[in-house]
């Protein structure tokens, strides 16, 4: 008999054992989040500002949803770094099904954003309420991404609860591998906005 689990309730422990998901060690596996990253311009450094902005005032009013943190930061941020734009189109709300083979179990979840060229999963984004940890959502992210039935491409993640943001790259050639960038945050003085949306601006280029 067939057992579902929810992809939330998903581990990386579990992942390990039933995906043989590996950690990679090596630095160059995910260059893309720190390197040759364009810059922000004049016209888009207000923009920013007035994200986080908007952010800080509604979070003084909690709860903050998910369905919110969607709206004010997530969907601007992906309009400025070009992911409306052609090849790119986006969906929501995508559920996906995996399981590992030769196994009885099968992962459930539903995306909250998915980032698509040419049938291929490019981006994949999970977003929870301001006040959900993003080291418990990491896992769920990796579920979805090795869900993507693109072997030979990478598959870049992002996970953020509004505040904090965490990039995330997979690869399924072989064996299974992911690495994670630093975390990122709006609640430091230096708007680190900027940074983030330097990175998807990078990834848009590297995926168009």
């Not at 207000?46 to 979070?59: A, E, T």
Request: zero cysteines.
């Amino acid at each position: 008999m067939v057992q579902f689990i929810q992809a939330q309730n998903i581990g990386l422990a579990y992942l390990e054992e039933k995906f043989s998901l590996q950690l990679a060690e090596d630095e160059a596996f995910f260059t893309e989040w720190f390197e040759n990253l364009p810059e922000i311009t004049d016209l888009e450094k207000p923009d920013l500002d007035r994200i986080k902005l908007h952010f800080l005032r509604l979070v003084k009013r909690p709860p903050l949803s998910e369905e919110t943190v969607k709206l004010v930061i997530l969907s601007p941020l992906l309009n400025l770094a070009g992911f409306y734009d052609e090849p790119f189109y986006m969906r929501g709300e995508q559920s996906i099904e995996i399981s590992a083979e030769d196994e009885g179990e099968v992962i459930r979840g539903r995306i909250d954003f998915l980032v698509i060229q040419e049938q291929f999963w490019l981006l994949v984004i999970e977003s929870k309420r301001s006040s959900f940890s993003l080291l418990e959502t990491i896992p769920q992210a990796l579920v979805y991404m090795l869900a993507n039935p693109s072997q030979d491409k990478p598959t870049f993640g992002l996970v953020t609860n509004g505040s904090h943001f965490i990039f995330v790259k997979l690869t399924k050639q072989n064996i299974p591998k992911y690495a994670l960038s630093d975390e990122f945050t709006l609640l430091r003085r230096k708007n680190e906005l900027y940074q983030v949306l330097s990175i998807l601006k990078k990834l848009s280029q590297v995926l168009s």
